[in-house]
């Protein structure tokens, strides 16, 4: 299972802010758990949602240079539950960023609803052996194209958001080959391993990495 | 400009809404790591609040001199060298360095900055009605 807890960006304004959306479905598996009978998405896997929403807001911002790491939550609110059938809109917007790091608000609607709200702070890891095994490029690069940021990005200046340079090197680094069209196909037969130790099919693993994830 | 008083409340409202605490905690003498339990992130939060709230620019180092404190040049043996207490007190003039400096321990120094000596930080900042 890869922890990725939204489904696409919709925004996405470097440096300033983006909105990605989650859609809750009773396909995923958590949700019989919490909690049996009564399904609702758990406050926590929204929290993450919303740093994951800002978290790659703050990491583009370096253009991926820095390590971005979730380091705190000064507040989050909730206001009512969301349930099955229900989209989630987060929106994180960047209120500081430093070298030292980035202080995002970050807001969750169903509809026009403000569901929940967050203050996030974010820490740039330095460069040492401790963050590298904390971020394997792969994951990254795949999370990246596979929710679309490229797509709907702009750049500060309005521009189209393209690509870092250092992405392709990540990509040679994480064995990562461009399959045509678009996303990526993983060439190490150890990801399917990885996928099936998670407890997916080894049906479904080569079916999720061979697909191209966008068409 | 701000008067003392208004540059203490704000600086009260940062660090009791960046570290939880009440606001009968912040004293001007409380300890920001010893008494207030502010950790490393606590910091940037606090500086990112007191950019906002009184519209100034804290550079890196400048509140906290985590360069000076891991400079080996600066420490020897878990202490401050005297060239290293001479490079703190220019960086840090709002701060009392002098019961530091009697025992330098670089693992004290974390207790040694107080609510006080924000205050003078941000009034060196902004200035200060009379």
């Not at chain 1, 929403?53 to 969301?82: M, N, P, Q, Y």
């Not at chain 2, 009968?24 to 950790?39: Q, R």
Request: charged share 25%; proline share 5%.
């Amino acid at each position: 299972m890869r922890w990725i807890w939204i489904d696409k960006f919709i925004e996405f304004e470097s440096g300033k802010q983006a909105t990605a959306i989650k859609n809750v479905s009773l396909a995923e598996e958590h949700l019989h758990d919490h909690f049996p009978g009564y399904p609702v998405m758990p406050a926590s896997l929204i929290l993450e949602g919303l740093a994951q929403t800002g978290g790659l807001l703050v990491g583009e911002h370096s253009r991926f240079e820095e390590k971005v790491i979730l380091a705190k939550v000064s507040k989050v609110v909730f206001h009512f539950l969301a349930v099955p059938g229900d989209t989630l809109r987060y929106t994180a917007v960047i209120g500081s960023i430093t070298e030292g790091g980035a202080r995002v608000s970050a807001t969750s609607h169903v509809g026009d609803r403000l569901q929940g709200e967050a203050e996030i702070m974010f820490a740039h890891l330095d460069d040492t052996g401790r963050a590298k095994t904390l971020f394997e490029p792969k994951n990254f690069v795949f999370t990246m194209k596979l929710l679309g940021v490229f797509d709907v990005g702009r750049a500060s200046d309005g521009g189209k958001l393209i690509e870092p340079p250092g992405l392709a090197a990540l990509r040679a680094e994480a064995g990562l080959e461009r399959v045509q069209g678009s996303g990526f196909r993983v060439q190490d037969a150890q990801a399917e391993q990885r996928v099936q130790g998670s407890g997916f099919r080894v049906q479904d693993a080569q079916a999720s990495t061979t697909d191209p994830p966008r068409s | 400009m701000p008067s003392k008083q208004e540059i203490f409340e704000k600086i009260r409202t940062c660090l009791v809404e960046a570290l939880g605490v009440d606001e009968d905690e912040v004293t001007p003498e409380a300890t920001l790591v010893g008494d207030l339990g502010a950790e490393s992130i606590d910091f940037l939060d606090i500086v990112f609040r007191l950019e906002k709230s009184f519209n100034i620019k804290v550079p890196r180092g400048e509140l906290f001199p985590e360069d000076i404190l891991t400079n080996s040049e600066y420490v020897r043996d878990g202490k401050v060298t005297p060239d290293g207490l001479k490079q703190l007190r220019e960086r840090m003039p709002f701060a009392d360095l002098d019961a530091f400096s009697a025992n330098p321990n670089v693992k004290d120094f974390g207790n040694l900055l107080t609510v006080q000596d924000m205050v003078r930080y941000v009034e060196s900042k902004v200035g200060v009605a009379a």
